[in-house]
């Protein structure tokens, strides 16, 4: 496994899709057991901080790719249409939570929220 990407609704219920797609990214990436469930703690965080932003995503898109001994993921939010004004958030929980499970995290936003979450973990080479 180079790379892997996929597309799912921006709806909870999906985000035990992408949930269990990281489990399957983990096995091939050869990340230990404790390693693949701490990737996919942070992965529910970023999911449920890209669900509730002020402007609404549609999807969500999860990129993982091995480069280099780290596994590389990304999720991030296609959002819909909109004019309005937004107020920025704080997403400093969010960050802080996804921080303790992985070893890098970069949040990107604007001022209607977060759109991206990219974290890496360190990944055995087979």
């Not at 909870?12 to 983990?26: D, F, I, K, N, P």
């Amino acid at each position: 496994m180079n790379q892997m990407t996929m597309s799912v609704p921006a709806k909870q219920e999906w985000g035990l899709v992408v949930h269990s797609a990281l489990q399957g990214v983990g096995v091939l990436a050869n990340l230990s057991v404790d390693m693949i469930e701490d990737l996919r703690t942070a992965c529910d965080e970023a999911f449920d901080l890209l669900t509730h932003q002020v402007r609404a995503a549609t999807h969500i898109v999860l990129h993982c790719a091995l480069e280099e001994g780290l596994l590389n993921v990304c999720l991030r939010a296609e959002r819909a249409q909109c004019t309005q004004q937004c107020e920025p958030m704080d997403p400093e929980v969010s960050h802080l939570i996804i921080g303790t499970f992985v070893t890098d995290v970069h949040l990107e936003g604007d001022s209607c929220g977060i759109y991206s979450v990219k974290m890496s973990v360190p990944a055995a080479t087979a």
